[in-house]
């Protein structure tokens, strides 16, 4: 089997994804777009949904964990009155009620929502069930038995209600939420059923919507280096960690997998750090009495 061809491109690039393509499709044409020899994504969204989405190149795939782990805020708009199979637009409308409550009623029932809470995943989820995917078997005619897992909330708060059918949100939250069973439990909750019509990622961890390349200026630019304007560098990923200087000596070192001494200590002992040399990635790891102990190694660029 032959090298992926492609060029040896390592960095962050932040799509303004559009509604209708999956993020799958997404990291495909950026990858094609910049003939870049590997890529990847720091979290899924739904096809439907829009906004940021942050893809990784070459190198910075290896700080996809440090971008997913951290905090994500969304914007979205519950349909009130309709509950669906998917908690969607999507999906098939299974429940209707005349109910709407007001707003005092729904900034009220917000509060139940944020702190660390369990969280129930949508039947139509990439969840697994007997190492099977929940929308396969919901698909298949099956009602999967999703367990509750937890999901830590930051802030969910009422934006706007446009008319009396429709409450848009803000919420910021950890690794594994699911908006979806956010509107549908809220819903639930209020008695008047609802589903997510709009949604919108706003902001990743470090990364946010200001400068986001268009989906479409990947057809315009197609393999230009006028494309690498947009590219971040993958240290971007990583400014929530100590960055810890080292020398030749010590890059080296890490390089090959053993600890290497650090010239910095904005660390505390046993802390995850980066070590750094001329400013770009040597290793991530753990800082211990004047070295970091690698965990994920990086070649020189």
Known sequence: MGRRKGRDIDGWLIVDKPTGITS??????????????????????????????AIAF??????????????????????????TNTDDAEGEVIETTDLRPSDDAITEALAAYVGDILQVPPKFS???????????????????????????????????RPDEDHVILDLVCGKG?????????????????????QLRRLWSGPFELDGAIPFDLFDEEAKSPSLDRFLLPL???????PE???????????????????????????DEAWASLDGQVVAIGTYRAGELHPARVFAAR
Request: charged share 25%; proline share 3%.
């Open 244 to 270: 810890l200087r080292t020398t030749a000596e010590g890059a080296a070192k890490m390089r090959n997998g053993n600890p290497g001494m650090v010239l910095t200590a904005d660390a505390e002992y046993g």
């Open 177 to 197: 939420g699911y908006v979806r069973a956010i509107a549908r439990d809220l819903g639930r909750d209020l008695g008047c059923c609802g589903h997510v019509i």
């Open 24 to 53: 799958s499709a997404v990291v495909n044409k950026a990858r094609w777009a910049f003939d870049a020899k590997k890529a990847g994504h720091a979290g899924t969204l739904d096809p439907e949904a829009t906004g940021l989405l």
């Open 235 to 241: 240290e971007a990923a990583l400014s929530d960690l």
């Open 126 to 160: 990439a969840v697994k069930i007997d190492g099977q995917r929940a929308y396969k078997l919901a698909r298949e005619g099956a009602d999967p038995d999703i367990a509750a897992r937890p999901l830590y909330v930051d802030e969910l708060s009422f934006v706007s």
């Open 58 to 83: 070459g190198q910075a795939t290896k700080t996809v964990p440090y971008v997913q782990d951290e905090l994500k805020a969304y914007r979205f708009t519950v349909r009130l009155g309709q509950a």
